[in-house]
C-alpha cells in the first residue's frame, strides 16, 4: 500500500481527542518560559550569594587576623610598659625610701595620672613579709612566701602572673619586680587593674563586633569581652595547642558557626582570642539591597512575562491552526472530488444499467399501448414495477454519491461501521472488479453503533482502500474486519492489503505531508494519509500501521463511541 502524509501537531489520545489542548499548551508555554527565565536568574542568585558569603568570610577571617596582630601588639606593649615603669621605681630608690608609705602613695599618683593601670604598691622582703603597702585593701604583715607569683619572682627576677583571688577574695593580676640592695633581694609588687587591661582587649572587637579577650593556659579568661562576663570562668574553646602567628580556625558553637583566631602572647603564658559569627544568610542577603531589588524584580516580572508571551504565542497558534484546518477542509473536499471523478465509470455503469432497463420497458409500453393491447393488467403493473425499481436502484446510486461528495462538516450522529465500510466499498467496486481484486470480509457479530461523521468517515476508508488498490495492482487481496474494542470501549477497522509492503525507514514518515511511496510515474499529492490523521484526530480516532517488504501493509484505525469535545 502506498503512504502519504503525517498528522498536524495537535493529535488525539487514545480514547479520543484531549479536553482543551490549548489550555494544555499554554500551561506547558509557561512552564518552559518560567524555567528558561527563572532557572538563570535563580542560577545567578545562588552563585553570586556563594561568591558573595566567600568574600564576606575571607574579609571577616582577614579583618580578625589582623585585628588580633594589632592587638598582641597593643597587649604585650601595655604588659611590658607596666613592668618597665615598676622596674624603673625599683631601681629609682633605695629600699629606705621604698619602704614609707608616703613615698609610695606618692609613686602610685604619679602612675595613674600618666593612665598606668597600677592600683596599689607595695614592698616586700624576700621572707615574703609585707614590708609597706598602699593602695584599697588591708595587706599589711600579710606573708607571699607561699604564693606562685612570689617564687616565680624570686627565681625569674620578675613576674605577670595570672588572674587570681589571693587573700583580696577578688580576681586581680600582680605585676612584681626583684631588687638587689645591701646583700638582699627585696620585691616591687604592683597590682594590675583588669577592667583596664579588659577594656584595652576589648576594643579591638569595637568594629567588627567580635568578643575578644585573654586565656591562661588553662583556658581560665584573664579579661572580660562583656559586662556580665566574669573572670576565671573556663571558656568553652577547650585547649588551645601553643603555635606561632595568628591561627584562625572554623568552629560550631551553639548552633552557629564562628570564626576564632588565635595568638599567643610574649612568654606563652596567655594567648589572645578573637571570636566572631560566622555571617549568616540574612546578612549575606541585605548585603547588597541593590542586587536583592533587582532579583526580586526578576522573580516578580518574569512569571507575568512568560504568562503575557504564552498567551500572545497561544493566539498566533490558535490563528494558525484556523488557518491550517481550513486549508486541510479545502484540500480533503478537492481530494474527495478528485475520487469521485476517479469514481464517475463505475456510477456511470451503476446508472447506464437502470436506465438501459427502463428504455426497454418503456419500449415495450409504447408498444402495447399502440397496439391497444391491455388484455393482461397483471403484465402491465410487473413492467411498471420493474421501472420503478431502476428508478430507485439509480437514485441510491446517486443519493450515495451526493452523500459523500458533501462538503466535510462537524456533524455527528449514528454511523453504523460496517455499513459504511461496505458503502464505501460499493464506491470503487468496478474498479475492483477490473483488476480482478479479492475483497474479504471479517465482520465482527458484536459491533455497535458509534456517533460520527459518516462523510468523514468514509474519506478515510476510501483513502486506505484506494491507496491498497493502488499499491496491488491486479489480482491482489484486501482484507476488511471489524471489531468491538473495550478497553479502550470503541469500534477497531483493518484494512490489510497484500501488497508489496511500506520499507521501514518510510515508515516513520508516511504521514507527513507531500511525502509518498508511490511511484513517479502515478499522479499522488502526497497528502491522503495526512488528512486521514487529521480526520482522525477530529473524529477523535486515532490511526496506526505495520508494514514489512514483501509482506503487505495493515492500517489500524480506531473509533471511539463518542467523541470527547476538543
Sequence with gaps: MSAEGHPPPGGGSPGGAAVNPYRRLRSQMVQVLLAFGLLPLVAMGVAGFVANRDGVETRTRNVLEAMIKNRRVTVEFFLEETMRQLALIATALPVSELGKAEVLAGLRDAARREHSAIVDLGLIAEDGRHLAYVGPYKLGGVNYSGEAWFQQVMLRGRSESNVFLGFRRFPHMVMAVKKREGGRDWILRATIDTDILSALVREGGLESGADVFILNRLGEYQTRYSDEHRLMERADLGPIPLHSGVRVLEQRRGGKNEFVATAWLKGDAWVLVARQEVPGGAMLLFAHPIVIVVFLLGLLSIPALSVLIARHRLRQIRSLEEERGALY??????????????????????????????????????????????????????????????????????????????????????????????????????????????????????????????????????????????????????????????????????????????????????????????????????????????????????????????????????????????
Excluded at 341 to 365: K, M, S
Excluded at 448 to 463: A, C, E, G, H, Y
Excluded at 546 to 558: A, D, H, M, N, V
Design 329 to 566: 477542509e479545502q484540500v480533503t473536499q478537492s481530494q474527495k472530488m478528485a475520487a469521485i471523478g476517479r469514481l464517475a465509470a463505475g456510477v456511470a455503469h451503476e446508472i447506464n444499467n437502470p436506465l438501459a432497463v427502463i428504455l426497454a420497458q418503456v419500449g415495450v409500453l409504447a408498444d402495447l399501448i399502440e397496439d391497444g393491447d391491455f388484455s393482461d393488467p397483471a403484465a402491465l403493473k410487473e413492467r411498471v414495477k420493474k421501472i420503478q425499481a431502476q428508478v430507485e436502484r439509480g437514485r441510491k446510486v446517486t443519493h450515495r454519491l451526493l452523500g459523500f461528495s458533501r462538503r466535510v462538516g462537524p456533524e455527528l450522529e449514528p454511523v453504523n461501521v460496517i455499513a459504511a465500510l461496505d458503502e464505501t466499498v460499493s464506491f470503487v467496486e468496478k474498479e475492483v472488479e477490473a483488476q480482478q481484486i479479492r475483497v474479504v470480509r471479517d465482520y465482527g457479530d458484536d459491533v455497535p453503533i458509534i456517533r460520527s461523521s459518516l462523510s468523514q468517515m468514509q474519506q478515510v476508508f476510501l483513502n486506505l482502500i484506494n491507496n491498497a488498490v493502488d499499491a496491488m495492482g491486479a489480482g491482489g487481496k484486501v482484507r476488511l474486519s471489524a471489531r468491538r474494542t473495550d478497553n479502550p470501549a470503541g469500534v477497531e477497522v483493518q484494512i490489510q492489503d497484500s501488497g508489496p509492503g511500506i520499507a521501514e525507514k518510510d515508515l516513520a514518515r508516511i504521514f507527513e505531508p507531500f511525502f509518498s511511496t508511490k511511484s513517479e510515474g502515478k499522479p499522488h499529492s502526497g497528502l491522503g494519509l495526512s488528512i486521514c490523521q487529521e480526520i482522525s484526530r477530529h473524529l477523535g480516532a486515532r490511526i496506526s500501521v505495520r508494514s514489512r517488504l514483501g509482506e503487505g501493509t495493515i492500517f489500524t484505525l480506531w473509533f471511539p463511541l463518542e467523541p470527547e469535545p476538543s
